[in-house]
């Protein structure tokens, strides 16, 4: 889904403008109660299901003249309490949704983009940047672990090109979908390879099922499901 109808009257004129006619991202929190979606801009708005109404819009710092001024990832806390932005060329952002203040985490290299975030069971925020996986505090900031993450022989771990990125239920996996290579499974706490797969196509998008059982694989209009653990895993 990448287009909704905003209706005259939800936002702003100056705010409707930047979001229609569409949307580049899209999060939903974990008890469905609400989206939050970008346009462009660096805006990043939220929508209430239940009560069926806009309930915020914040503007995201960075350099509004960059090339690709989009946003890359989205996140909800598991109480909806915050949530992280990751947009390019600029910090990571935790919105802290009820007063819409904003925490900024510096990050080594604004260049390098952060396609995948999420939030542990334990509250903490980690992300991908190149092979590593990071985890901060997301009120404070605070750099807490920074983990590398295991490469096939052979491959540069430098040059990889992370597209997407999603958390396993339980907060114990991330899947990980690489250009030019395929996607592939790590365990968050030691960074240790559990299986990579080559795809036919970029994924741009992946999912596991509530249970954990399944991965879902989106890209180059083809969908695929997979039951894990995956073929050669370990």
């Not at 022989?153 to 990125?165: K, S, T, V």
Request: aromatic share 6%; charged share 20%.
């Amino acid at each position: 889904l990448t287009s909704l109808q905003i209706a005259d009257g939800m936002y702003p004129p100056q705010i409707k403008k930047i979001l229609s006619p569409c949307f580049n991202r899209l999060a939903r929190s974990p008890s469905g109660r609400l989206v939050a979606y970008s346009g462009r801009e660096r805006l990043v708005a939220l929508w209430d299901v239940v009560a069926g109404k806009a309930t915020g819009a914040w503007f995201l710092d960075g350099n509004l003249n960059s090339a690709s001024p989009e946003t890359l990832a989205m996140a909800f806390s598991s109480d909806e309490k915050l949530l992280a932005v990751s947009a390019a060329d600029s910090p990571l952002t935790v919105i802290r949704i009820a007063d819409g203040t904003q925490v900024k985490i510096q990050i080594k290299d604004v260049w390098t983009a952060i396609p995948c975030l999420s939030f542990l069971p334990s509250g903490d925020l980690i992300y991908t940047q190149s092979a590593r996986l990071h985890t901060v505090n997301p009120e404070t900031g605070a750099r807490l672990r920074e983990t590398p993450l295991a490469m096939p022989a052979n491959f540069d771990p430098d040059r990889m090109d992370i597209r997407c990125g999603t958390l396993s239920p339980k907060g114990t996996e991330v899947a990980l979908g690489i250009i030019d290579m395929g996607f592939g499974i790590w365990e968050v706490a030691t960074g240790r390879m559990r299986a990579i797969l080559k795809s036919r196509g970029q994924v741009e998008q992946l999912v596991f099922s509530p249970d954990g059982k399944l991965l879902a694989t989106m890209g180059d209009g083809r969908f695929q499901l997979w039951k894990l653990p995956l073929p050669g895993g370990q």
